[in-house]
Nanobody, 126 residues
Framework: QVQLVESGGGLVQAGNSLRLSCAAS????????TAWFRQPPGKDREFVAA????????IYADSVKGRFTISRTNTKTTVYLQMNSLKPEDTAVYYC???????????????????WGQGTQVIVSS
């Protein structure tokens, strides 16, 4: 099992940037990919971005392409989400999640992700 802890959320004005961090511990080598999801107020949890173990493949939701960047440290212990040009509609609780090994591709399918952090709140004011 992998333990995930998010940090870096907060209140920011529209157009500004924020960087979220996801610190991983436990059986890191048992994971295939790490992703960020978010849950806006009153809405379902949705996929944001994912990165594979070797950090040579990433995927993004259309709503964040060109504005958000997911990355992973060489030690594999931290995954970042750099969020630029933030919009009020980016307001949500952001969650870090990981899939177990066994997958050959990256996916934003929520059901694949078995390990979750507790979330960090991001509020973007207009």
């Amino acid at each position: 099992q992998v333990q995930l802890v998010e940090s870096g959320g907060g209140l920011v004005q529209a157009g500004n940037s924020l960087r979220l961090s996801c610190a991983a511990s436990g059986r890191l080598h048992s994971t295939h990919a790490t992703a960020w999801f978010r849950q806006p107020p009153g809405k379902d949890r949705e996929f944001v971005a994912a990165i594979n173990w070797s950090a040579d493949n990433t995927i993004y939701a259309d709503s964040v392409k060109g504005r958000f960047t997911i990355s992973r440290t060489n030690t594999k212990t931290t995954v970042y989400l750099q969020m630029n040009s933030l919009k009020p509609e980016d307001t949500a609780v952001y969650y870090c999640a990981a899939t177990p090994r066994g997958y050959s591709d990256l996916s934003g399918e929520l059901a694949r992700y078995s390990s979750w952090g507790q979330g960090t709140q991001v509020i973007v004011s207009s």
